[in-house]
T-cell receptor, first 113, second 113 residues
Framework: QQQVKQSPQSLIVQKGGISIINCAYE??????FPWYQQFPGKGPALLIA?????SEKKEGRFTISFNKSAKQFSLHIMDSQPGDSATYFC????????????FGIGTKLQVIP | NAGVTQTPKFRVLKTGQSMTLLCAQD?????MYWYRQDPGMGLRLIHY???????AKGEVPDGYNVSRLKKQNFLLGLESAAPSQTSVYFC????????????FGEGSWLTVV
């Protein structure tokens, strides 16, 4: 059972455009939502994260929008650059004891010049 | 600061052979994980450990064994490799906190022929 559904699986955006990746979750007990960025040949690395009591978080060109009632969250990359080309994973975490992290399936982003 | 180090980076095995993937972290993290990454499947948790001497099964544990004899090391073993275990394997670690950022190694590419 896929508890975090991520779409699209692949995305091509022109340089300077906005990249949008969406995730939806089912378990209302999730209480922390990170995004990881993975470059080819490397391991994923934390990009940005949000708690469910916040509707938006911005770090530079990267913004997470969070809709608790719809159980959805999304990553927006403004002014997308070729260097942003990577695979992006959304995730959701349950706190308390062992914090199991559930990852989305990943979105392969390609930013073309 | 090395972070999470995995060895080997690449390996080709014949069906039925055994091998061990080694993982070491130098961040004094309590939690350690082994994931596999396959196209269209995202990151799937194989086994994890919440402390030295403890291990537990993740989503896809069959065909794998793990050991954590020292806090900084987490070993993943394949007793009898199968072609279905061809994958990229990531070791990761994190602190035991609510917002536990997961730190990934660079991956081990395993091909079973």
């Amino acid at each position: 059972q896929q508890q975090v559904k991520q779409s699209p699986q692949s995305l091509i955006v022109q340089k300077g455009g906005i990249s949008i990746i969406n995730c939806a979750y089912e378990n209302t007990a999730f209480d922390y939502f990170p995004w990881y960025q993975q470059f080819p040949g490397k391991g994923p690395a934390l990009l940005i994260a949000i708690r469910p009591d916040v509707s938006e978080k911005k770090e530079g060109r990267f913004t997470i929008s969070f809709n608790k009632s719809a159980k959805q969250f999304s990553l927006h990359i403004m002014d997308s650059q070729p260097g942003d080309s990577a695979t992006y994973f959304c995730a959701a975490t349950l706190s308390g004891g062992y914090q199991k992290v559930t990852f989305g399936i990943g979105t392969k982003l390609q930013v073309i010049p | 600061n090395a972070g999470v180090t995995q060895t080997p980076k690449f390996r080709v095995l014949k069906t039925g052979q055994s091998m061990t993937l080694l993982c070491a972290q130098d961040m004094n993290h309590e939690y350690m994980y082994w994931y596999r990454q396959d196209p269209g499947m995202g990151l799937r948790l194989i086994h994890y450990s919440v402390g030295e001497g403890t291990t537990a099964k993740g989503e896809v544990p069959d065909g794998y064994n793990v050991s954590r004899l020292k806090k900084q090391n987490f070993l993943l073993g394949l007793e009898s490799a199968a072609p279905s275990q061809t994958s990229v394997y990531f070791c990761a670690s994190s602190y035991a906190t609510r917002e536990n950022t997961i730190y990934f190694g660079e991956g081990s590419w395993l091909t079973v022929v």
